[in-house]
């Protein structure tokens, strides 16, 4: 019998090809991966905790505030009035500060039109000197008025000096309706954004002003807290509690306004003032009392008294803006800046960069808006840097996993290519990461002439081996004598090479190819094939297949034959006059073919072992016989079907073979 035979160097391709994709899915990519995430995660959390404990970026905190304080302005409220102390008033009445008298002339005026409050915005801390008379006008038309309320400012002497209350002059204060602190706290940059709902040297004594006028206006009794304990370590500091910020209703000159000597005068139309609220105050340049707000900026700032009317607004529209407690925040931002790593990995590197921005500035608008909305402000800063570098990061430890792995698998492959005269002839870049795109190039090119002498191999055991074998078993039906001797060796040869080509045929299988398929009839088909072999052994193949139509995407031949190569398996360990049973069930979208042979039973330490490559289970009966490939043929079709194969026995009890495959449809019957 002539044949072509195979040589050293073919053998050690087919070695090598196996090899590599053994162990190429053996590869730790999955401990790469886990380190990739834990790496990326830790970087941001520790970015995320550390911006927002040092507050590092609060700058940018305050931008995208003021940007969403800027957003969506309603309508002004009709019931706040301003009285504006403006040029044209200090034109017409002369320079400031005006007598006593005069004020007290305008309350006389507003309370004949009904007011609800008068915040009246002016420091009367001391006697005036002209007029003796004044000041006890003013407290005679603050009494009748029933409705005055009078600030009280916290200053210092001098330039680091210690904090003083400013209170209105004792005969004022005591007809004052209530007093109130003015005061807004300037942030870092300047800004007025928020106030202390209480503040009070050594004891956080004193409402904000604001309150004390909607106490007024809503006729609820003071706020102010004459009874809060003093600080133990300095009753001369300053103690606040209780900071919130404040959401604007709008620019400077949102409020309806009029002017100081037009309302003196009596210059407006009848019911401006009925049941509103006004506030007095200054509102000319140079009087002191501007204040740069996230809505006028530095170029345009507001008034201090139509700070109060945006603080007396949101104020009786529960509207002042919570901050968020620190670990709240923290928990919320850790969140916002980790959700980058669901996406980034199943994306292209384009489409990961574009949605990573995009998230980015969704995330910037979102918090920006989110204190007009629901009262709530996060500092954001400590989540959108990291958001925003969380894509190099993740990159840089792509790109390291991918370095190492490349490195990995190359100085692997070159211990098996340079083995089979591959001579490494890559040119060195600058760029170490130019060498390795070199050299796996040079290795996958390699790797398909690999592949092209493997096909050879394959067309070489199909045709060149097979068919001389086929040929002289037919030959020896002629020779009786010599039939005996050599069939059994032969027919091994056939098999062997047979087992060899299906292996190969299941590893380069292509799932796009895969068919919708009736698994139960491909399932009555192998049982079938076995009968003959069943019969010989006095062995009864009992059915128990699922009533209906179990369609799954696969191969006809491949799936047929792993179910046979189960089968024959449980008929050759099977004891004589003994039964094997084979069930298919259908349950949570998953077909299970159950193989149960009541043989001696396998033990757990060759469990192990059984569906690996020429692997082979150990025949008490008889010597070994086969390549090792038929458990590893099927475990190979189980995971080219996306499914699994495992098996449930021990010494001494039956065996059970399953085979789980993904269905796609099942009809019952």
Known sequence: MVSHPISNTRVAIVRIISTLVKNTRNQPVKRFRFNDYLSTAAILLFLVVFIQLTGLLSRVDNVLFDIGQKWHQDKPPTDIVIVAIDENSLSQLGRWPWSRQVHADLIQRLKQENTLAIGLDIIFSEPEQSNKNADDALATAIAQAQNVVLPILLETTRVKGQLIETLPLPSLALQAADLGRVHAVLDEDGIARSIYLFEGIGAPVWQHFSQAVLNVATHQPSQNQFNAPAAQKNIFSLIRKQQKRVSFKGPPGYFSTISYAQVLKGEFEKDTFKNKIVLIGATASGMNDLLSTPVSGLSQPMAGVEFHANVLDSMRNNRLIDTLPTVSSLIVLIALALLPLIWMPRLSALKGLISTLVYFVFVSMLAAVLPKIFSIWIPPSAALLPILISYPIWSWRKLEAAQRYLDQELTYLKSFIIQSDFADNTVHHYDNFDDRIEQVRAAGQQLRFLQNDRKEVLAFISHDLRAPLASAMMLLEEHQQLKSKLHAPLSQALHLAEDFLQASRAEMSNSADFKELDFAG???????????????????????????LVWVNGNFGLLQRAILNLVMNAIKFAPEYSKVKVKLSYANQQAVLSVI???????????????????????????????????????TVAQKHHGTVDVESDIGQKTSFNLRLPVLNFQAH
Do not use: C
């Open 522 to 548: 491909v399932t009555h088909q192998a049982v079938d094939d076995a009968y003959e072999s069943a019969l010989k052994k006095n062995i009864q193949l009992e059915r128990e297949i699922v009533d209906g």
């Open 597 to 635: 042979d009541y043989g001696p039973g396998i033990s757990m330490d060759e469990q192990k072992h059984l569906f690996k490559r020429f692997s082979r289970l150990k025949d008490m009966s008889a010597s070994p016989e086969g390549a090792g490939l038929g458990l590893y043929f099927v475990h």
